[in-house]
């Protein structure tokens, strides 16, 4: 009997994602590794590791917690926490020399205020909201330009802070078309840099470059580039495919059959009686459901592969099972190996699929893949490692 359910995580096809993706930088351009989301469901500490090993020396999180994972996870290189931190965690910034994103004036008044009375320096980049209107120092017009370099300068001559860099965030780079809105981004962003270089300050990292931008706009590389999603192998968009081809999907989500019944025609499966069989049926039960972060949207919509063929969902998933109808497909037993997305007996079932079915995008449906779920870690098809968050 296989595991309830589990991940793949092909490590060897992660680091030929990273060594593809470094072979399109521009010269001195360094590449980001984004870890953010437990990197983006696959692992954190264990995607760090390899990246690397691939000669990847930055990581960027979302928050604190996820840096000190890194830390504790034996991970040295610096570590940019792409968000806001509140002051009070000054202290934990400067212990696991973290590295702190400032995003407003306020912001970094607060945090070199907390620095200096905990007697600490911490190292900092910039944001600039060039029309993504999130978080970050206000850049949405050449009007801007001005009044952002001037908070910017001000805020780095503070005690208690040490600039380092600055970045932005495209909001459109992945539509095939969007107007010329990212170049407009750019341009904010290079003026706000220029400007605040003109009042003396300096930025070792200037940065803005996301998946879909690091593809379409190596004029635009500059000191570092963040690639997220690609990392991992699933496209922001599918356009995309042609400009960046021969990417790998590193994550594979499996379960295995539970059981197996015979039903007649007519009979109702799963909640609310959503799907009757058509005709006599072999239904196979798996332990996947939307708490392991299967999607309810698949119920009646998306398949599985069973031996390489597919496998329609029928009825309702479950929070822990999902009912598939096996009819046809030889070999079917008890404890054989299902997928929900990747490999499977020379068929191949992308990510990218199961986020159309679900009407969402690749992101979510690798990230949310929840705790209970063990993360298997492959290198050419041989187990490194398991990691289950429940037991371990």
């Keep these: 009997m296989l595991h309830r359910t589990w991940a793949n995580v092909h490590l060897d096809a992660l680091e030929h994602n990273i060594r593809l993706l470094q072979s399109y930088l521009s010269d001195g351009c360094r590449l980001m590794g984004v870890v953010k989301a437990d990197a983006y469901g696959h692992g954190a500490v264990a995607v760090a590791r390899r990246m690397t090993s691939c000669g990847v020396n930055y990581f960027a999180v979302s928050n604190l917690d ?26 934990l910034l400067a212990q696991y020399d973290v590295t702190q994103t400032v995003v407003s004036r306020e912001h970094g008044e607060a945090l070199a205020a907390a620095a200096s009375q905990a007697g600490v320096e911490i190292t900092v980049h910039f944001k600039v909201d060039t029309g993504m209107s999130r978080v970050g120092f206000v850049c949405h ?21 040490k600039t380092e860099g600055i970045f932005t965030h495209f909001a459109t780079a992945d539509e095939q078309d969007d107007g010329g809105f990212t170049l407009e981004q750019f341009g904010r962003f290079m003026s706000v840099i220029t400007a605040a270089e003109a009042l003396g300050v300096s930025f070792a990292l200037r940065h803005c470059c996301n998946s879909a931008a690091l593809v379409r706009y190596p004029e635009m590389h500059l000191d570092m580039v963040r690639p997220g999603i690609i990392q991992y192998g699933y496209y922001p968009a599918e356009w995309l495919c ?16 539970s059981q197996i019944k015979e039903l007649s025609a007519g009979t109702p499966m799963s909640y609310n009686r959503t799907y009757a069989s058509e005709h006599v049926t072999r239904a196979a039960t798996v332990p996947l459901g939307y708490a392991d972060g299967y999607p309810c949207a698949m119920s009646n919509t998306a398949y599985m592969l069973v031996n390489g063929q597919p496998a329609p969902v029928v009825g309702r998933v479950c929070m822990d099972q999902c009912l598939l109808d096996v009819t046809g497909i030889d070999g079917v037993e008890l404890g054989g190996e299902v997928t929900a997305y990747g490999s499977d007996h020379g068929a191949f079932l992308p990510t990218d699929r199961v986020a159309c079915w679900a009407d969402t995008i690749s992101y979510e449906i690798v990230c949310r893949v929840s705790r209970r779920v063990p993360r298997r870690y492959l290198d050419n098809d041989k187990e490194l490692a398991e990691i289950n968050h429940l037991t371990d």
């Design 66 to 91: 996820e840096a000190i994972e890194l830390r504790r996870g034996g991970i040295t290189q610096p570590i940019l926490i792409l968000s806001y931190t509140p002051p009070c965690e000054v202290a």
């Design 141 to 161: 017009s050449d009007a801007d330009t001005a009044s952002a370099a001037s908070q910017i300068a001000a805020v780095s001559r503070l005690d208690g802070l």
């Design 242 to 257: 042609t400009l960046l081809p021969d990417m790998q999907q590193v994550m594979e989500l499996k379960t295995a059959v």
